[in-house]
């Protein structure tokens, strides 16, 4: 198991497929097993480093809320691990923070920028659902945590389609509850990044991707931040939530891959 050392952290990172490098950063989420199909499309045509945020996933537990910029500083870190001098870069949810970070700080660093699910700025609509989300997982059982996380961040037709799957992930975590003060570090920093000085700073083309019902970080956050990136492209897809990447993985695939070429 490839394990980074970076700093106090040991980052759990993987390496798939042949091309020309592409590095896809996100949070937490619902775990790799769900972005398979995403990274399965991804490696048929480019070597894929894909990684778990420190403290989360299979990597070390310890302290988290590091900001935006310094989790882009791990980003610089896994590359050098793998060897990737420059790269594509992937930025989902979590990851557009990281992904928009390190294209400004390390712009020699950054190719080509996907930006998928992203916000700008933490305005009034983003503060309520984080502080939800926070409180959520602070006072819920963790299944019905689970439940919330699963209305929150997928689309309907999806949530009817994989019934049976998160009626399991609800059960499994009554077993392993969710970690809450590490939520609430995490979405804190979220909350912390304000996205817009960085924008102007981006010299690579970008790919700004967003979904009409997104509930936890709606498209006019993607339209506000493709208006401010200078060489950028804005795809808005009808449906799909939040995690439209797992939920509409071909429709998403459809947009990036030529994109990167």
């Not at 390496?15 to 996100?26: E, R, W």
């Not at 302290?63 to 060897?83: R, Y």
């Amino acid at each position: 198991m490839p394990m980074a050392k970076v700093g106090e952290a040991e980052i759990f990172y993987d390496v798939t497929g042949q091309g020309s490098p592409v590095v896809v950063t996100a949070g937490q989420g619902s775990g790799p097993e769900a972005r398979a199909e995403l990274l399965a499309g991804l490696a048929r045509q480019h070597t894929v480093l894909s990684y778990d945020q420190r403290g989360t996933g299979r990597s070390t537990r310890g302290h988290q809320g590091q900001s935006m910029q310094e989790l882009a500083g791990d980003i610089v870190a896994l590359m050098d691990a793998a060897g990737f001098d420059r790269a594509h870069v992937i930025g989902i949810s979590t990851g557009t923070g990281k992904a928009t970070a390190l294209a400004a700080l390390h712009p020699s660093r950054v190719t080509r920028l996907v930006l998928a699910a992203l916000w700008t700025h933490a305005d009034p609509d983003l503060q309520r659902i984080q502080n939800l989300r926070i409180a959520a997982a602070q006072t819920l059982p963790p299944d019905h945590y689970v439940h919330l996380n699963t209305l929150l961040c997928y689309s309907t037709d999806f949530r009817r389609a994989n019934f049976a799957r998160f009626t399991q992930l609800a059960q499994d975590a009554l077993a392993h509850p969710q970690d809450a003060p590490g939520i609430a570090a995490r979405l804190n920093a979220i909350l912390a990044f304000d996205a817009r000085p960085f924008y102007s700073r981006i010299a690579c083309p970008t790919l700004v991707m967003g979904a009409r019902d997104d509930l936890i970080m709606p498209p006019w956050y993607a339209e506000e931040a493709a208006a401010a990136i200078p060489q950028c492209k804005l795809a808005l897809l009808d449906s799909g939530g939040h995690l439209f990447c797992e939920t509409r993985t071909a429709e998403f695939l459809a947009q990036a891959l030529p994109f990167l070429k």
